[in-house]
């Protein structure tokens, strides 16, 4: 047999963990492709218990313990002698997080480091032929978070390919211990950077340290420096008079680093009269102990200056989020020209950025829906990005004379070329909105529009067409409908269809036809599009995944004169 | 018709079968890292491109459970070599989680055909 599988259940595990939080551990010294299968059912049992319910979360850790463990096996610069697996879960306010850990101790896995930063999950022939990225893109599209760490402590000098999704129920209603959950899941512990030209201090504070934190000890400032290039630790300890570099040198250099200045910094010295002097106020620290400080008082202060920092750092990216979001929320005017309008929508801190933009034209509308795959701040970013970038493209392409599809053609044409553009999935619905009531629309991989008739009729408008940029000369086809006053055309996002039945997308499309006609009563546009969203969208805000938007249109020509 | 099984476990194979100008590769079990690695040596080997040239490639994956981003890129490079045949891509069968992955990177009716039967599949030929 080519691996060993340890399986450790609750148990089993150690008496100090908590029973919840490990599902499974999982080592191997030498791992093969052919043990994928294996491992894959091993996890699945694992998780049975936890997750029965929910197949879709099942399959994402299923699948992206296989793409991880199947790039260790194939791009080793060295082969790995230690890989580990182990789902445990978080809780996260009021939801649970399940996390899979993938760790090792190759030197093979820093490219992925970059590519996360820069996930992609779309497909691209010219470069995809021997699978590489897709992975790394297929795990951002289905999972809420992914980050690479590398260890750099003697006894744990690992890689840890971290991945968690948020779970849509809610914890069991029990304590939870949060002591034993800071003490006992290394995983989960703050990294602390320990520089000292004493090693005997070094060790001590290692010892004194190393229980709570994962502890890098270094000997010079230098040394410091070419590590935080590699991880960046949660706070760095550091004695302030040493030979060729001192603590104050080193705070200085770490400032020109990424990260350097929002690092905790805190100076350890025996010379607690330096604390006072100008020059070691200017240098932005988080504090200053004395050497001869109580062990006790050392792990309070260091855990109240990292709690302090996450705080603040959060805090801001949260501020930064809602910026973004504010400023991505899709409007629209209630009415332009013959036409009037409404729009509901909900946007997801997690999932992709939908918009929506309208553009007039000598005569007629043009009214685009679109929606970015992924999750999270880049799918955002991309959105922001992309609403600029289309806007620019239908002014300079687009007239009365020109067809969606040719839209779309030209988008798909510069997608395929653009390699920013190319960087991920987005769908899109284009309508050419004419004054005599006529629309013509064209679909890149866009779930169809609803026509809702004054007969109370609902019908799809089976227009559909693939998602832009996958080949170099992309079709997509125009379908042409002739309103009549009062009619209405529904156009939304997939978001809407995941949260009706996120299982069966064909069902979720008949729920909606079906709940259109069920808010028929008013002929009011607006009216019409609340009911719906109170009715089929509201009642799931508490799970959105995803951005949902609904856009409705309506002819309202004007009576004669 | 050929046919390959996994040494290690035979409820994983790939049949190959031409006639006429309908190519049909039948896929069982988890195509993954592992599987796609033989699975590419035998397609390359028995998959002849002038034999199916203007008609139909037809993967069958009604006995397929899993799917990973290696059996994307299997499967993208196959729509490589249907463009170039100027042949037609033509799934069978997906279901589950194969469904969910080809959906999100992109194989969507607009570059392949779906069928959920093998007539439905041969009926396109005649299209």
Known sequence: MSFNIEEITSKDFSVSAIPEDVLLWLCFDELQLKDLPKIRRTIQNSLKGQINSCQETMQSFLLSATEILANLVKHPVQAPSYIGVSIYTEVCGEYKMLVLNVSDNSESMLEFDEKCNASSSRVNETVLDDGNGRGLGIITTLMDNIRYETSLDSTDNLNHMIISKVLKFKPKAQPINKKSTVENSYLKKHTIFIVDDDPILRQLLKNILSDHYNTCVFSSGAEVLDAFDKTVPDLILSDLLMPVMDGAELRDALSEKEQGDITPFVFLSGHPEEAGKDYINRLGIDGFLNKSIKKEDLLLTLERIIRRSKQVNNNIRGHIDKSIIAALSPSIPEKIKDWSFALEYDIAETGGGDFVLHYETDEGIIVVLADVMGHGLPAKFFSYAYVGYLRSLIRLHFNDHLRPSSLLQILSKNVYEDSFLESCIFTCQVVHLAPDGTINISSAGHPWPIIAKNNNETNFLEISGPLPGMIPAMHYSNMTYKMEAGESLFLYTDGIIENIDKADDEKGKNILKQSINGCSSSSDIKEKTKCLWSNQVKNFEDNVQDDSTILAMQYTPRAPQ | ?127
């Not at chain 2, 599987?35 to 490639?57: A, L, N, P, W």
């Not at chain 2, 194969?98 to 055909?113: Q, R, T, Y």
Request: with cysteine; net charge negative; charged share 20%.
């Open chain 2, 1 to 127: 018709m050929s046919n390959l099984k996994n040494k290690e476990n035979n409820t994983q194979y790939i049949e190959i079968e031409t006639i006429n100008n309908v190519v049909t590769l039948t896929f069982k079990g988890e195509i993954d890292a592992f599987t796609v690695t033989q699975f590419r040596e035998y397609i390359d080997k028995y998959m002849i491109d002038s034999s199916y040239h203007g008609g139909v490639i037809i993967l069958d994956l009604t006995q397929v459970s899993f799917i990973d981003s290696h059996a994307v890129g299997l499967f993208v490079s196959l729509l490589k070599r249907a463009h170039k045949a100027e042949t037609k891509l033509v799934f069978v069968g997906v279901e589950g989680q194969p469904k969910s992955i080809l959906k999100i990177v992109g194989f969507n009716e607009d570059i392949v055909c779906y069928t959920e039967t093998m007539e439905g599949a041969l009926s396109i030929n005649t299209l």
